[in-house]
């Protein structure tokens, strides 16, 4: 199957660089208009396939959802043909959520060197190797369509392509980071990176 898999647009606390997990905070200004330059993109490139050969995925936070509303205003479908899907939930980061990196390591005594591990919970959350095994099973489930649209988050994005791939530990931290601009194409064992609005080449955040 052919995969779209769509980042949310900016949030405020992306804005502010805090931790979001399954928290929420409304989008940006700019992160409307990325929805917007993501719905075009998006209709140009099934503007071939019909709309009954494409599955419609979103995770369960509010800024996914108001992603996806966006993204079918685009697509001329409602959010109500996207299917909610908990696997494609963010990395649940338990008592970090709504931090910034030097609150986090103030309070929780976290480095970013720590924190990029496989097997470093939260504190009342999930692994790294937690979200993998859900992008896995997300993967691994039988779906109908010939293409689908997944709208998600980025540290799922890095799990999802990491799964897909069949990447280790390794080949996971190589990965390029899921930035507000670009929509990964996954198909035929391939990953593209399409770069819908630039992106600022800043370094990977430990923050995902």
Known sequence: MRIFFVRHGETAWNREGRLQGQADSPLTL?????????????????AATALERI????????????TA???????GVPLAAFTVDPLLAEHD???????????????????PEIWRRWDTPAPGGETRLDVLNR??????????HEVAVV????????????????????GRLHLERHAHGR?????DGACTAHEVVPVENAPDSPLG
């Open 30 to 46: 700019r992160g409307v208009q990325l929805c917007l330059a993501y719905g075009d993109f998006l209709k140009s490139a099934l």
């Open 55 to 66: 599955g419609f995925y979103v995770s369960p936070m509010g800024r996914t959802r108001q």
């Open 69 to 75: 509303s966006l993204l079918g205003d685009a697509l």
């Open 93 to 111: 980061v338990g008592e970090l959520e709504g931090l910034g990196w030097s609150e986090i390591e103030a309070r929780h005594g976290l480095t």
């Open 135 to 144: 992008a896995r099973r997300w993967l691994g489930e039988s779906r109908p």
């Open 151 to 170: 709208v998600s988050h980025g540290g799922l994005s890095r799990a999802f392509r990491t799964a897909y791939l069949g990447l280790g530990d390794a």
């Open 183 to 187: 929509v990964f194409e996954l198909d």
